[in-house]
């Protein structure tokens, strides 16, 4: 009924920021201890570049190779499981990538954050 799996992981990060803008991209490695086989390779990579004072462009990607699903029922999952994420579904990858706009305003001197704005 329970298990526990003991599993390490690797990660290296690079940030680099100018005035420009700034670009941070990590590498992770996991796998459990029991069989190497069982790993997962995850790169992220997130940009935000200043257009004017205060507006930047930001973008978001990751990128993974998964072969560490060992908690997966047996059986196919229905349409309607996997719709409502209520069962997984076996998978070699997955990706995702965002993008958006940040406004920042305020004076440069103040570092308070006003807790109207806070969630």
């Keep these: ?10 990660i290296a990060g690079f ?9 941070n991209t990590s590498l992770t490695w996991s796998n459990y201890f029991f069989d190497w086989s069982y790993n ?3 790169l992220y990579t997130s940009a935000s570049f200043r257009i004017i004072k205060g507006l930047s462009f ?3 990607g990751s990128a993974s190779l998964i072969h560490d699903q060992i908690s997966l029922p047996i059986g196919d999952a229905s349409l309607e499981d996997v719709l409502l994420r209520r069962k997984m579904q076996a998978t070699d990858y997955q990706y995702y990538t965002s993008f958006g706009f940040t406004y920042t305003f305020g004076s440069i001197y103040n570092n308070a954050v006003n807790p109207r704005f806070s969630f």
Aim: cysteine-free; hydrophobic content about 40%; aromatic content about 16%.
């Design 1 to 10: 009924m329970e298990e526990t799996l003991a599993f390490h992981s690797l």
């Design 58 to 60: 930001n973008i978001y």
């Design 40 to 42: 997962r390779l995850r």
């Design 15 to 23: 940030k680099y920021i100018q005035k420009w803008g700034s670009i």
